[in-house]
């Protein structure tokens, strides 16, 4: 049997060894997210005041298994396939170590499996932040260090993959933008599992009790090192996959790639600082030392985001206006292949990101403002804009496009795929605005009732605004919509996988779902030669002038939309003074 296969209908390269692994990490990062979704629904008919369907325990315990799942074993088991398609596939050479390969995923696998028991058996209710001096089981610590250092051992894969391909050389130049964009997630990765084990060891230690206590504040600390640069890890693989989507649908070049790549080195010296707003209200570090994280030095991320979310879809508007699309501002959107679920959940992630995610998340980085929506209902709001409308759609997307390529499966209820993106993210909408806008009026993050009904029961009454509990009802309903979206991604995806139509040479699929017409190539085990398609769209390099003024026109929109809703928040800010 070959060694290496390439795809006929797109190009692209895959070491078998490495094809195996990025199927497994891919499945078991969905089973995580089945877990995940089932869990969101019950946190979000609990939520629902109307509804309050579940019990304080289970509240607590449901809590912490879907942010874990959610949030960590979904979001890192794809983002190990991903690592391994950008070098690997797209370096077209060998994986490194593929049994060091299996060995981390086995051990990620043991671990996930494991803090689940864990949480289930109802001794680890500690949320997913799991703060001192809460105690969770030690096999819920021990289960995340396992997991831990599989992913770690993915990412040393990875790297020693990039150093057999430039031994090899099976690429020329640079390597490939989506690829730096995919190193730069490794390099976050490893600071991310360094700190997760600088805390969760002693962690562990302390529940079986050889260590007699943990600092809180310490914990706090250094488990945000973890904690938020985990979402650091997300969006710089979520921002490379956008690259790699607009190269697939459009043959799309960066506007600028050595602008890109320093976004990208951007992000690896100071997107990790902004941890530093989840403990604003601490008291245990200087205001200096907030202050020069989550202003002068986050903003420096935030100049990175803010060119990549001019890059991307500028990109793909000049290719769009190559193509003839140059009527007015937005003909190349309006005539974008909008039926395709893998770029409209790219765009939607895109637009959600900055506007909601983005935005928010520069607000809760100042100190002052901080302190009006710091652990309120406001939090979750934002980290579903980001981590979930931001990294999950846009896994959601590459999905999509992974099936027919990777798995070589025809994918079922295409009509149902192409309205599953526009779902999940209006539902995920609804439910990240008006959770962020009951945390504006104060609706507590970590209460599981929060009408605090017993309060009520007990003489102690406490009103939020009639606006507060409307808003709540809204969360519940985008809820629901959201997990309905979530899970008529995981019935198209599952269902193409075991009943989809088994794709052997090239038949149109490409095509079918509205992308370019693709040279077809071959299954060989010979020398690879160049390849045209998507594989070479992905590893040429180039620049091309500003052409893109109706990206130019929303890039402004997003700053006005930015500078009124930083107003809006120091005035309310403003009417809390008195209380001082």
């Known amino acids: 049997m070959s060694k ?45 005041p109307a509804i309050h369907y579940l019990g304080a325990s289970d509240f607590y315990m449901v809590l912490t298994a879907h942010g874990i799942n959610a949030l960590i074993f979904w979001l890192i088991f794809f983002e190990i396939a991903i690592l391994y398609f950008a070098s690997s596939t797209l370096l077209r050479c060998r994986l490194a170590t593929p049994r060091w390969a299996w060995a981390g995923f086995a051990l990620m696998l043991i671990g996930a499996v494991m803090t689940n028991v864990a949480i289930f058996q109802g001794n680890s209710s500690v949320m997913m932040t799991s703060y001192a001096p809460m105690e969770a089981a030690p096999h819920f610590y021990l289960g995340m260090i396992l997991f831990a250092v599989g992913a770690l051992i993915g990412c040393f894969v990875f790297l020693g993959t990039l150093v057999i391909a430039k031994e090899e050389k099976t690429y020329h130049g640079s390597i490939p933008l989506v690829t730096f964009g995919a190193l730069t997630a490794c390099i976050i990765a490893v600071f991310t599992i360094a700190s997760g084990a600088i805390i969760l060891i002693p962690s562990f230690l302390w529940s079986v009790g050889l260590i007699g206590q943990i600092d809180a504040l310490m914990y706090r600390v250094i488990w945000w090192g973890m904690g938020h640069s985990s979402q650091q890890l997300n969006v710089a693989a979520q921002v490379s996959v956008w690259y790699a989507v607009a190269a697939i649908v459009f043959g799309a070049k960066p506007m600028s790639e050595k602008v890109s790549r320093t976004a990208f080195l951007l992000y690896i010296f100071f997107l990790q600082l902004a941890s530093a707003h989840h403990i604003l209200a601490d008291p245990g570090v200087s205001s200096t030392w907030k202050i020069f994280n989550t202003s002068y030095a986050m903003y420096l991320a935030v100049l990175a985001s803010m060119i990549h979310g001019l890059t991307v879809p500028g990109s793909m508007e000049v290719a769009q206006r190559k193509k003839g699309f140059t009527n007015g501002l937005f003909e190349w959107l309006r005539k974008a292949p909008w039926g395709n679920p893998v770029f409209s959940g790219i765009f939607l992630s895109i637009i959600t990101f900055g506007f909601l995610g983005g935005i928010t998340g520069v607000v809760m980085g100042t100190e002052q403002i901080n302190l009006i929506i710091h652990n309120t209902f406001y939090v979750p709001g934002h980290f579903h804009a980001t981590v979930v409308l931001g990294t999950t759609l846009t896994f959601m997307a590459l999905t999509y496009f992974l099936i027919p390529v990777l798995f070589r499966r025809e994918i079922i209820m295409p009509g149902l795929a192409k309205w599953q993106p526009y779902l999940f993210a209006g539902g995920m909408t609804i439910l990240a605005i008006f959770m962020m806008g009951a945390g504006t009026l104060g609706v507590p993050r970590r209460h599981w009732d929060v009408g605090f009904a017993q309060a009520a029961e007990m003489g102690l009454k406490f009103e939020f605004p009639g606006s507060a509990e409307m808003m709540l009802g809204l969360v519940g309903i985008g809820s629901v919509i959201a997990v309905i979206g979530g899970a008529l991604y995981l019935v198209i995806t599952v269902g193409s996988l075991l009943f989809g139509k088994k794709l052997e040479e090239s038949a149109g699929l490409m095509q079918s779902f509205g992308f370019a017409t693709l040279a077809p190539s071959c299954y060989t085990s010979e020398k690879i030669e160049p390849v045209k398609g998507p594989a070479a769209d992905l590893e040429e390099h180039g620049s091309a002038g500003f052409e893109a003024p109706g990206t130019f026109i929303l890039a402004m929109l997003l700053l006005v939309t930015f500078v009124v809703y930083y107003f809006i928040n120091w005035k309310y800010l403003s009417s809390v003074w008195p209380m001082g």
């Open 4 to 48: 290496y296969r390439i795809c006929p209908d797109t190009g692209l390269y895959f070491d078998r060894s490495g094809e195996g692994l990025m199927k497994a990490n891919a499945v078991a990062g969905a089973v995580a997210l089945l877990v995940g979704g089932i869990l969101a629904l019950l946190v979000g008919l609990t939520r629902w």
